[in-house]
Nanobody, 123 residues
Framework: QAQLEESGGRLVQPGGSLSLSCAVS????????MAWFRQAPGKEREFVAA????????RYSDSVSGRFTVSRNNTKNTLYLQMNNQGPQDTAVYHC????????????????WGQGTQVTVSS
């Protein structure tokens, strides 16, 4: 069992940077593969980035590769998403997710979800 809570979302201007955090309440954070998803109004939930339990493997969607970096601190039970060079297309509610299963890109593979944090990229 795990409870997730995202934070850090805010308004940012195009070209700016923002870091999101996901605090995970669990006794076994280190065993979970973690991911970030986002959902814009009127659009389906989209995979953003994922990181495995030992942070030995990461994967990114093509739309964010080279701009975003996912990381985790197993001592602090926290997942992070560093977002650089943001554009309006990055405007969405960002959710963190956890699974004891494979580190995939399909949202259905993740069992635990946070409530989301709003990121708005606009001038």
């Amino acid at each position: 069992q795990a409870q997730l809570e995202e934070s850090g979302g805010r308004l940012v201007q195009p070209g700016g940077s923002l870091s999101l955090s996901c605090a995970v309440s669990t006794r076994n954070f280190e065993i979970y593969n973690m991911a970030w998803f986002r959902q814009a109004p009127g659009k389906e939930r989209e995979f953003v980035a994922a990181i495995n339990w030992l942070a030995k493997e990461t994967r990114y969607s093509d739309s964010v590769s080279g701009r975003f970096t996912v990381s985790r601190n197993n001592t602090k039970n926290t997942l992070y998403l560093q977002m650089n060079n943001q554009g309006p297309q990055d405007t969405a509610v960002y959710h963190c997710a956890a699974t004891t299963g494979p580190m995939g890109t399909n949202a259905h593979g993740y069992y635990y979800w946070g409530q989301g944090t709003q990121v708005t990229v606009s001038s």
